[in-house]
């Protein structure tokens, strides 16, 4: 059986258990993104520059990779350093540079409601890529489970939460009494769709690249980390005035920026050992992590939506996953 299948070939149990331990580190770290951003708000914004937060997160991914081959954790290959295989992790950077400022631009042209439902397509579009670029035939069962994640995000978009002052008799809070109206212009649904095809192809042509090299993962990673590094220290740069690079910054900013380097390289662990699709189904599980950690840190609380995207991502792992 293979990992796409859901099995880890050629594993002792031990092994297996840092499989699936690995998995579920990564799950947790994606589901608390979101709350900790929020523990971060000072007058109801971020303080500190996003731009900052993304570049400091590349930084820090880098130096784990330099740091795990300088210690010997990984070992540097014979001979001359493959300085040539490096090139190739520079379209891997540009994808994701183009992607995460594409989230920011399409806030733009539609709200924050329909573009968390809509980008649920990049489900779509990551198995598209993977079957046509990895050349995986995907069966009926395992389409029909990728169907049903995208249809526990839509659903956990329109409603996994609430605040619970919505729920009682008087006065709204301030986003029930205000809500934004539900729209998207034509230039927005042509974003959303870019969005969707770049993010498939940015995990696919990564998750070819580092399977076809034969090079541990600590160096690819350096490769990757290091085009990051610099695509998103001149985005920073360009961007033009406005806080420094640690203003504005807490420790719960500084545990935002631990938490997505470390998933970052637990990302590429799968991305090499597993696949894209595995990646997916981390991502989708997180919900369930988002919604628990949202309702225990900032009281909302969970609704019927919840229940049902999680049933429905139970569902999807067992058709995808299960004999």
């Avoid at 190739?88 to 329909?114: E, H, K, W």
Wanted: charged content about 10%; hydrophobic content about 50%; proline content about 6%.
């Amino acid at each position: 059986m293979s990992i796409e299948d859901g099995g880890v070939p050629g594993l002792g149990r031990p092994r297996q258990a840092c499989w699936i331990l690995m998995l579920l580190l990564s799950t947790i770290m994606y589901g608390a993104h979101a709350p900790l951003l929020a523990l971060c708000h000072v007058d109801g914004r971020v303080p500190f520059r996003p731009s900052s937060a993304v570049l400091l997160t590349e930084l820090t991914k880098l130096l784990l990779c330099a740091f795990s081959l300088l210690v010997g954790w990984q070992s540097w290959p014979r001979g001359s350093p493959p300085w040539r295989q490096a090139a190739p992790f520079a379209v891997s950077a540009l994808l994701y540079g183009a992607n995460n400022n594409l989230v920011i631009y399409l806030q733009r042209y539609m709200d924050p409601s329909t573009y968390q439902v809509l980008s649920n397509l990049k489900i779509g579009s990551t198995a598209m890529f993977y079957c046509l670029c990895l050349r995986h035939h995907l069966s009926a069962r395992q389409g029909l489970a990728l169907l049903l994640l995208m249809a526990a995000g839509a659903c956990y978009a329109t409603g996994g939460l609430q605040d619970p002052r919505d729920a009682l008799p008087g006065p709204p809070s301030a986003a029930a009494a205000n809500p934004m109206p539900l729209h998207i212009t034509p230039l927005g649904l042509l974003l959303l769709v870019l969005y969707c095809l770049i993010s498939g192809l940015s995990s696919v042509y990564t998750e070819l690249l580092m399977k076809r090299q034969r090079l541990p993962l600590a160096l690819q990673n350096l490769f990757l980390y290091t085009f990051g590094v610099l695509l998103n220290l001149g985005l920073h740069v360009s961007a033009g005035t406005g806080p420094g690079l640690l203003e504005g910054f807490s420790g719960w900013a500084a545990l935002v920026v631990l938490s997505q380097a470390v998933n970052g390289l637990l990302m590429s662990a799968v991305m090499k050992h597993g696949s894209s699709i595995t990646r997916l189904f981390v991502v989708s599980c997180s919900l369930v992590v988002n919604a628990m950690l949202s309702a225990a840190l900032l009281r909302l609380q969970l609704t019927a939506a919840f229940f049902l995207a999680t049933l429905l991502i139970g569902l999807a792992v067992h058709l995808y996953y299960g004999n």
